[in-house]
């Protein structure tokens, strides 16, 4: 074999033994280099990223949601009750608790004399859910808040409005009697005693109207009080007896 014939072989073998070469140099990389992507202690590994060592974020429950906006409305925190009711509403949309939570979101309003926001609120509810108990409840808490408005007539309408729609003798009760309380606000005592006049027989002792007839026929005692917020928003009929300086509160309890 001459000179140029083995300078050619040794060629080819350098060429075919290179790719091995360089295996085994890849091989003998050092084991923790940061950047070998089969090292366990790769910083870069997602095995071992921050995210995977991060706490789990806590999930939202429903009912510990609306019993902490529940909370607050109990502490008469009205305006963080209001936000509260409100996430829970967003975060659940199907539970069956959204319509209180929006009742819950007018009273609030109320309570805390944010009227027409809560007009508006009470409003939104009636037109998403009609009829139900929560819906007619709202038509007497509107009439509540024009009536603190001082906006008498269209508190009036409401209640009218309420009477010719309630679908029970319970509901056109409360009805005619928070109107006639309304009526006694303006002076209006005929129209009152008309009012109570309709309501029906078996909820005449509820409202204790024999003893608001005496105290009608009386005239003079009853304009020295100014029981009509009371009877309005009460929630036991017949708290006329209490006395002015307590009239928001009991008008929105």
Same mark, same amino acid.
């Given at each position: 074999m001459d000179i140029k014939s083995c300078g050619c072989l040794f060629l080819l073998l350098f060429l075919f033994s290179s790719p091995a070469k360089s295996e085994n140099i890849q091989n003998a990389t050092n084991p923790t280099n940061p950047i070998n992507p089969i090292n366990p202690t790769n910083p870069i590994n997602p095995t071992n990223?921050?995210?995977?060592?991060?706490?789990?974020?806590?999930a939202l429950d429903p009912e510990r949601q609306f019993q902490?906006?529940?909370h607050y409305f109990q502490k008469g925190e009205y305006y963080r009750s209001i936000g509260e009711y409100e996430r829970f509403i967003y975060f659940f949309p199907d539970s069956d608790k959204v319509e209180l939570a929006r009742y819950r979101i007018g009273l609030s309003f109320l309570k805390g004399e944010r009227y027409t926001e809560a007009i508006q609120a009470f409003n939104a509810l009636i037109e998403l859910y009609r009829n139900t108990g929560y819906a007619l409840e709202s038509y007497l808490r509107i009439?509540?808040?024009y009536v603190l408005l001082e906006h008498y007539d269209i508190a009036l309408t409401g209640l009218k409005n309420l009477i010719?729609?309630?679908? =029970?003798?319970?509901?056109?009760?409360?009805?005619?009697? %928070?109107?006639g309380w309304v009526y006694l606000e303006m002076g209006l005592w005929e129209k009152a005693r008309a009012c109570f006049e309709k309501i029906s027989y078996q909820n005449r002792e509820r409202y204790n109207l024999r003893?608001?007839?005496? =105290?009608?026929d009386r005239?003079?005692?009853i304009k020295? %009080?100014?029981p009509y917020i009371a009877g309005l928003l009460a929630i036991i009929p017949g708290a006329g007896h209490l006395y002015c300086e307590r009239r928001r509160d009991a008008f929105i309890s």
């Open positions: 990223s921050i995210h995977s060592h991060a706490a789990p974020k806590t902490f906006a529940e009439s509540e808040a010719t729609i309630a679908p =029970d003798q319970e509901v056109r009760d409360e009805a005619y009697y %928070k109107k003893q608001l007839s005496i =105290d009608l005239e003079m005692p020295e %009080k100014n």
